[in-house]
């Protein structure tokens, strides 16, 4: 039966050509409107590691001054260099991670390509744990170690992008980078890697490209490479190096690992008693005030997503449901157009509940005609976002799983613009067709 009234609909697509295209692109629009905002909405709020998410924290202290402070303020969103070194000493946590941002110049020629002048690239200064905390994909090689670490190793893990463009895409383990004017010697090489939002480091940017080089932040510090992305400094620096170990001023991301909720109930502890011992010896002058955020309650607290993509989205389904209201006036005219075929049909002995499952087919495959459709619109609505110079821009690709949400939004949503053509046909009565044909 099902057969037939594919057949059916076909047919009826075929004889109401016009009507058909109206409707068919009607759902397209809508379609493509919705899923390309959707998409991108989707990109933007996902969990960029979703797998481990729930283990990962944000670390914040209040090492801030007195001054101006309110109960209830949120502590500094970064770290000092001191209270960074103390905690990564002590260990608590399965991994522990402190970093900072950079934009380092690359020489080629130092790096065994003299045909390339030299160039800026982003960098990143970080511990040992950053890559088995973040679970960064190797092609070559791996991190450095703890130990690295301690002696201020010239080494460094380069992405994928970086090796391609130096080396060709070849094994480079082994071989010269040349950063600034320093050599370093490449310990690994990433597959291409690039989480969204760019979670662990903010400052830079919530959808920012990763860096293309990561060294030791204990060699950085020692080869006064400096930094990038935010700072907060109060009381009286003296003119220090901001970066230097005792100066007040937060300037690193701090990210540790807690596998189980009994280890999460430590470190809050840990951290307060942290506070509590700075307090007392007079760095600290708040009410201890630690926080522990995980990934995605941080990403909630600093408000990745603009709040103007999510009216974007509710915009957009809007236009999804002007789309069908119009869908649901050309199929009522369509079905009283065809008001002598049905009166035929029932007639002929066909039960209200099959001529509605009939319209109730034919609403289907104009969805799924009108999805393919939409589809192929959302992917050049999705072109016209990628040539966007935003951060995020890039990211706006359809996966499998937006693909399949298409498809299924347009069956959903041409079924549900068929439910009153299809009662308003199978309430025709017979009799009064028949005497009009």
């Known amino acids: 039966m099902l057969t037939y009234y594919l057949e059916l609909a076909l047919r009826a697509m ?8 109206l409707m068919l692109l009607s759902i397209a629009m809508g379609v493509a409107a919705c899923m390309t905002t959707l998409t991108v909405f989707h990109v933007m709020s996902g969990d960029p590691i979703p ?18 402070w309110k109960p209830g ?21 399965v991994h522990q991670v402190v970093m900072t941002g950079a934009f380092l110049a690359i020489d080629p ?26 679970e960064t994909p190797f092609k070559f090689g791996a991190g450095w170690t703890a130990a690295d670490d301690g002696a201020e190793a010239r080494v460094t893990v380069i992405s994928s992008e970086l090796n391609d463009k130096l080396f060709g895409g070849a094994d480079s383990r082994g071989k010269t980078l040349r950063l600034r004017d320093k050599d370093f010697t490449i310990v690994g090489v990433l597959k291409p890697w690039r989480p969204a939002p760019h979670f662990f480091d903010l400052t830079l940017g919530a959808y920012a490209k990763p860096a293309d080089a990561y060294i030791p932040l204990s060699t950085s ?27 007040p001023c937060a300037w690193l991301q701090y990210w540790v690992q807690l596998d189980t909720p009994q280890q ?12 509590d011992q700075q307090r007392e010896a007079g760095r600290f002058e708040r009410p201890p005030n630690p926080k522990l955020s995980s990934v995605m309650d941080w990403l909630n607290q600093r408000k990745v997503v603009p709040s103007d993509i999510r009216l974007q989205v509710w915009l957009a389904f809007g236009f999804l449901v002007v789309c069908l209201t119009n869908t649901v006036g050309l199929l009522l005219a369509k079905c009283l157009r065809r008001s002598g075929e049905i009166g035929v049909r029932r007639a002929l002995g066909a039960p209200r509940r099959q001529i509605f499952l009939q319209f109730l087919v034919e609403a289907g495959t104009l969805g799924l005609v009108g999805g393919l459709l939409g589809l192929a619109l959302t992917w050049v609505g999705l072109w ?43 309430q ?6 028949l005497k009009t044909q």
């Not at 930094?227 to 901001?242: E, H, I, L, R």
Request: charged share 20%; hydrophobic share 40%; aromatic share 10%.
């Open 51 to 68: 797998h481990k998410s729930a283990r990962l924290f944000n670390v914040q202290l209040d090492a801030e001054s007195k001054r101006d």
């Open 428 to 433: 025709i009565t017979p009799a009064i067709q």
């Open 14 to 21: 075929r004889s109401h050509r016009g009507l058909t295209a």
């Open 109 to 134: 020629a130092g790096s065994g390509d003299a045909a390339q002048p030299p160039f800026f690239t982003g960098a990143r200064f970080t511990s040992a744990d950053f890559f088995a905390m973040f």
């Open 384 to 426: 016209v976002v990628r040539q966007n110079p935003s951060d995020y821009a890039q990211l706006a690709q359809l996966d499998w799983e937006m693909l399949a949400t298409t498809l299924g939004v347009s069956l959903a949503a041409s079924v549900m613009a068929g439910l009153l053509p299809a009662w308003r046909a199978c």
């Open 264 to 275: 999460v109930a430590d470190y809050r502890t840990y951290l307060t008693q942290y506070s």
């Open 73 to 93: 303020d949120e502590p500094v969103l970064q770290v000092t260099r001191f209270d960074a070194e103390q905690l990564l000493r002590a260990k608590r946590g």
């Open 221 to 247: 510090l020692g080869l006064r490479f400096g930094g990038a992305g935010n700072m907060s400094c109060w009381g009286d620096t003296n003119g220090q190096d901001p970066r230097a170990l005792n100066t």
